[in-house]
């Protein structure tokens, strides 16, 4: 099941929704918690996948034992070891099973994999480093722990928050109308952004880069709506966990940012799965060290690390060293250098070196890559424009517009800034403002469900 | 004397001064003003929202209800830990949508506000035929490309639009023996599953070269609604420009009856 399953959507959590509320106690909402998740990954599959729900006691017992023994650093240490080495068998057997192809008694079908494994994974071993840290005690409840590692919330696309962060809301939380109509309102943008939004670009992109025609256009335009895609997905999704979240009574941050030209490739970076991003810097210590070679070494090993957490593939361990070696530069010289250029120029830096970079994760080979690099400068192609590319984009011109004002944060801060100013105008324009944001929050609402539905049937 | 019927305690305007307001006071009765007036519109905004999913979910569920635990559906601890069960339930749930005709027809009609040139039961908004979710163009080796002849004078080119709105390329190559080659290069037709036949006639010929051409093809293939064909020149006329734009398929007229 995912998030944008009808009978998910329409049928378990509007259920699972009006169970939680009819107790106010954590413990009662928690269970609640629980089996709606255990429901929501067993479904359509074997059970027993939820059997790696089990996993977390490791996680627990390495925490307790990690926390009884604070003095004894080395037996920490390699506790902790102990504990990142499961949680990557577990990741590797289970979220990156492809690897395993060949291997027969470690294949497993498609549809017995379970669903957001590396975030799951993530998860136990954050706990156990929190306690290594010293930022959180070992949970006495194991039932708490299970439902920081088991909730369907942030499974599919974070946010990564660490136990330490969560355990006050998992024990007490209180819920109110401002939590319940902002979830409502990010559940919405969210699945608008997934069902409406991203399969716009993912059209370009097939028209531009899948195509028989290689065009420049289309190299371009299609590489730009690959990045979008993926972006709208993740954000979506994302939004979609944060809903369910406030909903459930349970504030995450955010795991995206907007993308700002003043803080270069770096943010650029930190803009997309911003909690896994952080999470990875802070176990490889990159903002704690001062030595800039060891930081550039630091955030070379940080880069391949997220790459390969994303993909188990030599092109994604490629473009995570390669994006990794940009943001080392940036630290050392680069970022100071271009502080005082215009913002145009650094959205133009930004624009390039996203393509170049995070193009190769588009391609199988070197052949291909190269070809594209070349097809964006207009060597070795016919053509400027396609027509299906055109017609992809002309077709889908006011989303495309919207989705514009989404992701170019200047864009998106004045439209907001004007919609503020307006509503503050006056009592009327303040109700006008709000009743227009509930009308378009609706639409939303009932054209994604309509979108669902017709391409459920189709 | 003195009326005392019409006594007035405040004989001047103004003498007895009415305490000023807090500040503090007006200050939390304004915050309190604007926490009700955003906790009357959050209201409605939950209300909506919550309606919308409510009606959705129930309108969902007795629709795809009906058939939604079948017969051969049976939930046991076998079925269900399986996984069948509840497979068996999402396909019987997906496949039996309410009004998925009028479901279809609603978001044409929105999505005409997607976007420039959207028709209803567009063909085109689907995944275009000329894509393939599998092929990467990029990473798929050249075709070999045929020997080009430096020499261009020797190219002929010629482009044919048939009555059925196919493009057939010809060119002839004339080799340094004089001997003439002609290779059907190309087969561009615009793919339009409404049109059954066209009756009009585009036809464009263009020579590249300076002398007369010793031998020109040209040739008109009735093709029975062949899906569309990406054109793959093998020649490369040097001396031939190419266009900034990727040239609109010729769309045929209505077939006259």
Redesign the interface.
């Known amino acids: 099941m995912v998030y944008s399953d009808l009978i998910f959507l329409l049928g378990l959590f509007p259920i699972a929704a009006i169970l939680s509320f009819l107790d106010r106690s954590a413990e009662y909402k928690n269970l609640i918690l629980i089996l709606t998740s255990v429901l929501f990954f067993s479904w359509g599959r074997p059970f027993a996948v939820c059997l790696i729900f089990l996993s977390c006691i490791f996680d627990w017992l390495i925490g307790m034992a990690v926390s009884k023994n604070v003095e004894r650093r080395v037996l920490c240490t390699l506790l902790l070891i102990l504990d990142a080495l499961f949680n990557i068998a577990l990741f590797l057997v289970f979220g990156h099973n492809y690897l395993f192809d060949s291997i027969k008694d470690l294949s497993f079908e498609s549809t017995v994999l379970p669903l957001g494994m590396g975030y799951y994974c993530v998860r136990g071993f954050s706990y156990v480093f929190d306690i290594y840290k010293g930022r959180a005690e070992y949970e006495r409840n194991i039932l708490c722990l299970l439902t920081y590692m088991v909730s369907f919330h942030f499974m599919m696309a974070g946010p990564h928050i660490s136990y330490s962060k969560l355990e006050p809301s998992i024990r007490n939380r209180e819920m109110d109308g401002r939590k319940l109509n902002d979830g409502f309102v990010s559940l919405v943008l969210g699945l608008g952004k997934v069902v409406i939004l991203a399969p716009v670009f993912e059209r370009i992109k097939l028209s531009g880069l899948n195509g028989h025609e290689i065009t420049t256009l289309g190299c371009w335009l299609g590489m730009m709506s690959f990045f979008a895609e993926g972006y709208f997905i993740l954000t979506g999704l994302s939004d979609m966990a944060k809903g369910f979240g406030l909903i459930n009574g349970f504030e995450y941050p955010s795991n995206y940012t907007d993308i700002e030209a003043d803080n270069l490739f770096t943010g650029l970076v930190r803009s997309f799965n911003t909690t896994i991003v952080d999470f990875f810097s802070d176990v490889f210590a990159c903002r704690r060290v001062n030595n800039p070679i060891l930081k550039a070494l630091l955030i070379l090993l940080c880069g391949a690390a997220i790459s390969m957490w994303y993909e188990a593939k030599v092109t994604f361990l490629i473009v995570g060293l390669a994006a990794a070696l940009l943001i080392a530069i940036e630290k050392l010289f680069l970022g100071k250098a271009m502080l005082k250029l215009p913002a145009a120029v650094k959205y133009l830096y930004l624009v390039i070196t996203a393509m170049v970079i995070f193009g190769g994760l588009y391609f199988d080979s070197l052949y291909g890559y190269k070809k594209w690099l070349l097809a964006l400068v207009n060597v070795n192609t016919k053509y400027m424009l396609s027509v299906s590319v055109k017609d992809g984009v002309m077709k889908n011109l006011t989303l495309i517009i919207i989705a514009f004002f989404i992701v170019f944060a200047p864009a998106k801060k004045f439209v907001l800034g004007l919609w503020k100013d307006l509503s503050r105008r006056s009592r009327r324009f303040y109700g006008f403002t709000k009743i227009t944001q509930t009308v378009l929050t609706a639409f939303i609402f009932v054209l994604s469900i309509i979108t669902l539905a017709v391409q459920t049937t189709a | 004397m003195k009326d005392f019927k019409n006594f007035s305690i405040v004989e001047e305007e103004g003498e007895y001064e009415a305490p000023k307001e807090c500040e503090l006071a007006e200050l939390a009765s304004q915050k309190l003003e604007k926490d009700n007036?955003e906790?009357h519109?959050?209201?409605?905004?939950?209300l909506?929202?919550?309606l919308?999913?409510?009606f959705?979910?129930i309108l969902?569920?007795t629709v795809s209800g009906s058939d939604i635990v079948d017969n051969n559906n049976v939930l046991n601890w076998k079925s269900?830990?399986?996984?069948d069960y509840?497979?068996s339930?999402?396909r019987s749930?997906?496949?039996d949508?309410p009004f998925?005709e009028e479901?279809?027809m609603?978001?044409e009609r929105?999505s005409l506000?997607?976007?420039?040139?959207?028709k209803v039961s567009?063909p085109?908004?689907e995944?275009?035929e000329?894509?393939?979710?599998q092929?990467?163009?990029?990473?798929?080796?050249d075709e070999p490309e045929p020997e080009t002849n430096n020499n261009d004078e020797k190219v002929v080119t010629s482009v044919v639009t048939d009555e059925m709105g196919i493009t057939v390329t010809t060119e002839a190559e004339k080799d340094d023996d004089g001997k003439v080659t002609t290779t059907t290069t190309a087969i561009d037709r615009p793919y339009d599953e409404d049109e059954d036949s066209t009756t009009s006639t585009t036809t464009t010929a263009t020579t590249t070269n300076t002398d007369p051409p010793e031998f020109t093809v040209t040739e008109t293939y009735p093709v029975e609604q062949p899906g569309p064909t990406?054109?793959?020149?093998t020649t490369t006329a040097e001396t031939t420009t190419?266009?900034?734009?990727?040239p609109?398929?010729v769309i045929p007229d209505e077939p006259e009856e």
Not at chain 2, 113 to 118: A, D
Not at chain 2, 135 to 141: A, G, L, T, V
Not at chain 2, 242 to 246: D, I, L, R, Y
């Open positions: 007036t906790a519109y959050r209201f409605i905004n939950i909506t929202l919550t919308i999913l409510i959705a979910s969902f569920l269900f830990s399986s996984g509840t497979r339930l999402k749930y997906d496949s949508l998925p479901m279809k609603l978001e929105l506000i997607y976007g420039i040139g959207n567009d085109v908004k995944i275009d000329f894509t393939d979710t092929h990467n163009s990029f990473d798929q080796p990406t054109t793959t020149t190419p266009t900034e734009t990727e609109e398929p």
